[in-house]
């Protein structure tokens, strides 16, 4: 009997921040077969989309669709302080859905970007940040820096696609054409296939933001050359100084190791103004190299609804905001949710354990389309179709372009945002909103 | 006779409670009923504060001594109820206990005593008043709230105990005293006002401030200062007896003496180097 083959082209990606959208898939009776052109995460991220899934299960035991969502909307609509919690790896359309769903039961709502980027974002809240898309790195950057980051093996394509080899405009030789700088506490690929390494010691980023701000805008400064700050001497960041003043187009590639290391949301405040500062002399920029394929998404999304992108209260009926207070971590630490729906993120894998251990001790609705720690131990367990694969929607990539990602392959199960929809509906119908 | 009112907490809840209504003039003048009758936000519904508290008046003598009588006496374990005295304005309240986030934030008169440990945020937005903890404080004490420039505004602040990160972050105005050690960043940002530090503070102090004095009593195991703070003289301040005996007055007694030595240290210089850090020679 004839196979049915149907080759997929300009697939999108949706393992990281990235959002590589040349990816050609080929499916087989509806089962995906081969996977060219993505990195070995993101092809193993395509070919095991649909193996592993969970069953419908209520305390562990299978059940139907129907009374999984009965019981979620029961749980939900019970609880006092309820969490809503995910939305990093859904589209957008499912995250509109989480909103909607906090504010009518007045919960609280919070994105994985709170313990990864969400720094970043409350120091965008005070000082801005000069950013750009990848589009303008590709064709224009002559200097790179990668800050507390290793795209090499998170975001493998980065490279290639958009900041050191892609051949832009401007740089139609693509890699000889760039300066590429890493800044980072221990060597990695990224660090090794630069033009130059600064190993500096750990959790000294704001020191260090401090120290350029000062040398790139000429103001004194208590150290001489010889002082060593974050382990470099000050004639070295003097240098790296003179570098970023002498570019024609540069741009700082941010991650974790500047959003979390000692100082958090200050670090990238520094950062920040940092990079407004340079553009009294040239073009810089800089941006943070987004983890999850959709957490800027996640972000975009609750600012639009709530006004604020993570850490969102609706318990007064109006949202408000307090990273710390209404962040997941924080929360959970203190033990003050009764209840908690959780969307496309794995806080089972994620969370740190005495923080993650609070949720095994309050029911839990978990969508998710793989088993994985959380599908072990939620209350309620909805598989969905994989959006990305199964399910169609908007993704946004780390420079916040948002990009309409594809359904390739059929599944037995709905999508996020249509069972986030028929939870809302009954929640809705049950507290007569 | 003055009343004085008691509010014993009959249970700790377990999940989070939100109680600016729990301050002294929300309080005055009225019965046991009426103060049962005032609402508190227990997760995300609306109780009565008899549900929480039980509730006791007591008539006393107007005191002759300078020290106010105690309007409002709090006891329990108040760590899940936040909000408590936020926009105070007048009278007293003492709390035998721990507290939550943002106590006496955005208060703009009256004293609060805090016999206990408190959590983030006290003194939030302070205008004018004064905050004593006998305890421990938590982190962002007397800073601004998220995507806001100025916080602290005036008043005082005395922590017997350490504190957390970010003390007076952004502060536009008043005093803040810690007997013991800080965490990261005090003075973050600051645009004016005075911080005081008895112990070790954390890395990063006076960090991006833009005016403002940072003094810090205890010489011994200092972090490096940020490199953007320049050495100026070593010199007693006029000030510093003054605020001694302003602080003596408020029961803070210092073993230092008037006419203790001060390194003085400007910055930032990325901010225009207006702010100063004084270090006890």
Known sequence: MDQELKVHSDVICTFCGCLCDDIEVEVVDNRISKVKKACMIGRNKLMHAQSNNPDITIAGKPTSLDAAINEAVNILTNARFPLVYGLSSTTTEAQREMVEIAEILNATIDNPSSYCHGPGLMARQQVGLSSCTLGEVKNRADLVIFWGCNPLESHVRHLTRYSVSAKGMFHPEGRKSRKIVSIDIRPTPTTKSSDWFIQVTPGNTFEIATLLRALVANNPIGKGDDALIAGVAVSKWRELAEMIRGCKYGVIFFGLGVTQCRGRDINVEQLAVLVSEINNHTRFYAMAMRGHGNVAGGNQVMTWQTGFPLAVNFSRGYPRYNPGEFSVIGLLARKEVDAALIVATDPGAHLPADTGDHLKNIPVIYLEPHNNPTTEWATVVIPVAQAGVAASGTYYRMDNVPLRVKKIVDSDHLSDEEVLKRIKERITHAQNY | ?281
């Not at chain 2, 103060?35 to 929480?52: F, H, M, R, S």
């Not at chain 2, 952004?170 to 006002?193: E, Q, W």
């Open chain 2, 1 to 281: 006779m003055k009343s004085q009112i008691q509010l014993t907490l009959k249970k700790i809840p377990d999940i989070p409670v939100e109680a600016e209504n729990i301050k002294p003039e929300n309080m005055a003048g009225k019965t046991i009923s009426e103060i049962k009758a005032i609402p508190i936000l227990v997760g995300k519904c609306w109780e009565p504060a008899g549900d929480w508290f039980d509730i006791g008046i007591k008539e006393s003598p107007e005191s002759d001594s300078e020290k106010p009588v105690i309007d409002l006496f709090i006891k329990g374990d108040l760590t899940r109820f936040k909000r408590i005295g936020e926009g105070m304005s007048q009278g007293s309240m003492r709390i035998d206990g721990t507290v939550g986030f943002h106590a006496g934030a955005k208060m703009c008169g009256g004293e609060l005593i805090i016999n206990g440990n408190t959590g983030d945020y006290l003194g939030a937005h302070m205008k004018a008043g004064l905050i004593v903890v006998n305890g421990n404080a938590g982190h962002y004490i007397a800073a601004a709230y998220r995507g806001h420039a100025k916080g602290m505004a005036g008043g005082t602040i005395i922590i017997k105990g350490n504190a957390g990160q970010m003390l007076g972050a952004r502060m536009r105005r008043g005093l803040i005293y810690v007997t013991g050690d800080c965490g990261d960043a005090p003075g973050f940002n600051m645009k004016a006002g005075t911080i005081i530090i008895g112990g070790t503070p954390g890395a990063r102090a006076g960090a991006r401030m833009v005016r403002g004095t940072i003094m810090l009593l205890n010489k011994d195991n200092l972090p490096e200062l940020l490199p953007t703070f320049t050495y100026n003289c070593t010199y007693t301040p006029s000030f510093w007896g003054i605020a001694r005996g302003v602080l003596s007055k408020m029961g803070v007694q210092s073993e230092a003496g008037t006419d203790l030595l001060f390194k003085r240290y400007s910055g930032d210089t990325n901010e225009g180097g207006r702010g100063e850090i004084l270090i006890s020679a």
